[in-house]
């Protein structure tokens, strides 16, 4: 077995997966041994189950995660791109990054639209993102967009732990700039639903939300659905129409010259930070806690997996 390719040999005879939204009970039950394996302990919790010794702690999607914000692009006033490059000037992944992981051995400032690590790896049009040094800039290019002071609607899941964080530090960043923001708390199963619709915010659509995309998922610009312009017709939520960036998306997909792939890629990354097609908000890692009673966990690009692993009583 080699991450999720290889064989795919089960060696124990059941596997039930246990949703626990408290995850403090989850994280007692991992420790008294009711539940073998946590997915995504909180990173608050990592030093108790650290010092635990009967259980190992480790991080198997060494990808990681990127956490982005994605902006509608059919309601005002996320239609208009200097909008949207206000909005983008006053958010940076540092804040970000402090209030989603607070940790510095599992949080990464990267300013890669194709991920940090990878052979597309660049910084560039990210500066501010990385320096969070556009706040100034932000102010005068909102006062410039012709911004009428349109509240801008950002869903707030409350119950996933990896996404709580993020719309509550835009919506301060966004506020500081001089944008009226309505934060509105739901839940995600609500967010996945409200996010596919496309009517006006008065009849239940929205302009703004977050997710995180596994590494893998985005590491290149024809994966990385988020970077699409397809628009209404077969586009990402959002719905970001941009002609140029498909043209280069498919001069990828034909290319077999990783230099002249490095070059499209860079260039679509400069695109997608002029146009905010969306924002990259910081790369993370999430650490997943067992019991060693476990063996044979693998590592992988969208972990967990359970074939290979054996359970010792």
């Not at 719309?167 to 966004?174: C, E, K, R, S, Y």
């Amino acid at each position: 077995a080699s991450w999720t390719a290889g064989g795919k040999v089960v060696k124990v005879d059941r596997v039930e997966w246990i949703t626990m939204a408290d995850a403090q009970t989850a994280a007692n039950a991992l420790q008294s041994g009711d539940i073998d394996f946590m997915e995504v302990p909180p990173y608050e919790l990592l030093p108790v189950l650290e010092a635990n010794p009967e259980l190992q702690i480790d991080v198997l999607n060494k990808f990681g995660f990127q956490t982005l914000g994605r902006m509608n692009f059919l309601n005002p006033p996320f239609d208009n791109v200097k909008v949207r490059r206000a909005a983008f000037l006053a958010l940076n992944q540092k804040d970000v990054l402090d209030a989603l992981v607070g940790n510095p051995k599992y949080q990464k400032i990267c300013g890669a639209v194709f991920v940090c690590g990878t052979p597309l790896e660049t910084d560039v049009g990210a500066e501010t993102l990385i320096k969070g040094n556009g706040m100034a800039e932000a102010k005068k290019a909102l006062a410039e967009s012709g911004y009428d002071g349109t509240p801008i609607v950002i869903m707030a899941p409350g119950d996933v732990a990896t996404l709580k964080a993020q719309p509550i530090v835009a919506a301060q960043l966004l506020r500081e700039a001089g944008f009226k923001v309505d934060l509105q708390a739901t839940d995600w199963q609500t967010v996945v639903t409200r996010r596919a619709s496309q009517k006006p915010v008065k009849e239940g659509g929205w302009n703004m939300f977050f997710t995180n995309w596994v590494g893998a998922d985005v590491a290149n610009p024809v994966a990385n659905v988020s970077v699409g312009g397809r628009g209404t017709k077969g586009g990402w939520f959002g719905w970001a129409e941009d002609a140029d960036i498909e043209k280069l998306r498919d001069a990828y997909a034909r290319s077999s010259s990783l230099d002249e792939q490095k070059k499209i890629a860079t260039e679509i990354q400069r695109l997608n930070y002029e146009r905010v097609i969306y924002i990259p908000l910081g790369q993370y890692l999430g650490p997943s806690a067992w019991r060693k009673t476990l063996s044979g966990v693998l590592d992988g690009p969208a972990t967990p997996v359970f074939w290979n692993i054996e359970k010792k009583d």
